[in-house]
């Protein structure tokens, strides 16, 4: 019985060894929402919409964005988004896949 005690406490003690799930979609997102890339056209968008589409886009330069088309005119390029203060050439890097004309 002596011997039998701490087998029992050590198996007692172990975390529960749950089988993971072979197929369940809540568990990992598919590869559809991991590949999807919403994109957005720079010329349209608001400054709400361009904040939540853009990575490092936040609301200030979203509105600086916006003031920047209303003032200059359409972007003709993505690259033209870099004359938009705060927008840098790693900004426009991130988020040439998510951007249309």
């Known amino acids: 019985m002596k011997k ?4 029992c406490l050590a198996l007692l003690c172990q975390p529960a060894l749950a089988a993971e799930p072979v197929n369940n979609p809540a568990a990992s ?16 968008a ?3 919409t361009l904040a939540a589409a853009l990575i490092g886009v936040g609301p200030k330069k979203a509105e600086a964005i916006v003031r920047y088309r209303e ?30 004309l």
């Not at 003709?76 to 890097?93: M, S, Y």
């Open 29 to 44: 997102p598919s590869t559809e929402s991991v590949h999807a890339i919403e994109k957005v056209n720079i010329n349209t």
């Open 71 to 100: 003032q200059e005119g359409a972007f003709r390029t993505p690259e033209q988004l870099t004359e938009v203060k705060g927008i840098g050439a790693q900004t426009l890097a991130k988020n040439l896949s998510r951007i249309q």
């Open 4 to 7: 039998l005690l701490p087998i």
């Open 46 to 48: 608001d400054a709400e």
